[in-house]
Each structure stands twice: as C-alpha cells, then as structure tokens.
C-alpha cells in the first residue's frame, strides 16, 4: 500500500507519508479533477520527479479529505507555495526526497514541512546555509547537518518569500540530535522577527523529516 501513515498533529492539521513505488501512470487515477492537473502538470521532468509531483497531490487530497468534504483543488503561487484555491485560509505543504513523500494540510493555519536524504553534502554545503554557530554545534555530524538543513527548508516554506539568506535569516538554537525532537527556529526580517517550533524525526533510515504547524 502506498500509503504509509496518516499522523494527526492537533484537531486541524495532518501529516501525511508516502512510500513511492507506484509509476505515474498508476497515480493519475487517484486524483481528483484530472483535467485541472493534467493543465499543471510539469512536462519534461524525470519520470522519478514527476511521480514525486504526482504523488505530493493524491496525498495532499487524502488527507484533505479527513479534515473536510469541501472539494478542493491545489495550485502554486508565485513563489511555488501551494493552496487550495477553494480553502484559502488552510495551509498546505509538500515534500519529496528518495522513495518518500510527505504532506502537511491544516485548517486555519500556516505550514511547512520538509523530507531529506541524508548526505554527506550537507556538510560540503554547510558554509551556505549555516551560521557559524550552527556549524560549530553541528561539527562534523552529517545527520545533524541534514536536520539543520531541513528545518531550514521548513521554516522557509512557513514564511514563502524569495530572496531570504538561509544562514542569517533563518536561524535555529543549538539542539542535541535524537530519533525525534523539537527545535527552536528564528525569522529574521527586515522589520520584524518571529519564533518557531519545528519538529523533526527520522521516518526512516537515512532520513529526516522536519515540519511546522502554526
């Protein structure tokens, strides 16, 4: 079964994982308003990227349908942030990485989540996107530089705006790394800053995943 967990995070958002073995052709069947998605359907892509598309949206319905039985359709704004066009006040957030998929959906409330393959570029990537504090708690440890990087991912998706420095806007305090935890994440603007609580676990071998509900 595809599907692997459906997980509630309160009494109005959902997480939602996918283990993807299906090929796209198997996935189109499950949507809702194929015309709609055929439209938006990104042509060109790997056929693994775009099962990943595919299989971000039959999630995000699955789980949108636990929560409500207002139809629904999923588009992107311009910063790629999706929504659903018929729900603007619900919060929606996809992920892929590897074989696993992952969503967010809330009512009433910004998300974001992330899903990462852990990898040893973490660590070449890190002078990019981490602080000096960051990397020094971080060391040399790949796994907790993935966890880094994906709550990073995470709290960029909550806020959706282009341009943002990843290692002075987007900031997280020191945490000792466990199979799953919460950790503390700061947006630094122009005008303002804000505190977030990120969740992180590792869903599988080899990965992490990190999400906000706020």
Known sequence: ????????????????LWQLTE????????????LHYTAR?????????AR?????????HQLLRELTDVPATLH??????????????WGVSLSHSGEWVAAVVARDAAVGIDIELERPKALKLAPRFLSEAERADAGSDAAKHSVYWSAKETL?????????????????DPFRLREAGVLTGH?????????????YQRPAPDYVLTYCVE
């Open 1 to 16: 079964m595809p599907l692997h967990s459906l997980t509630p995070l309160s009494g109005h958002a959902l997480l939602g």
């Open 23 to 34: 090929p796209p052709e198997a996935l189109w069947p499950l949507l809702p308003q194929p």
């Open 41 to 49: 359907f990104p042509q060109g892509r790997h056929e693994d990227r």
């Open 52 to 60: 990943q598309w595919l299989a971000g949206r039959v999630l995000a």
């Open 76 to 89: 992107s704004d311009a910063n790629g942030r999706p929504y659903f066009a018929e729900l603007p006040a």
């Open 156 to 172: 960029y998706k909550l806020h959706s705006r282009r341009g943002l420095v990843f290692k002075e806007q987007l900031l997280l």
């Open 187 to 199: 947006l630094l603007l122009e005008n303002s800053r804000s505190q977030h609580q990120i969740h």
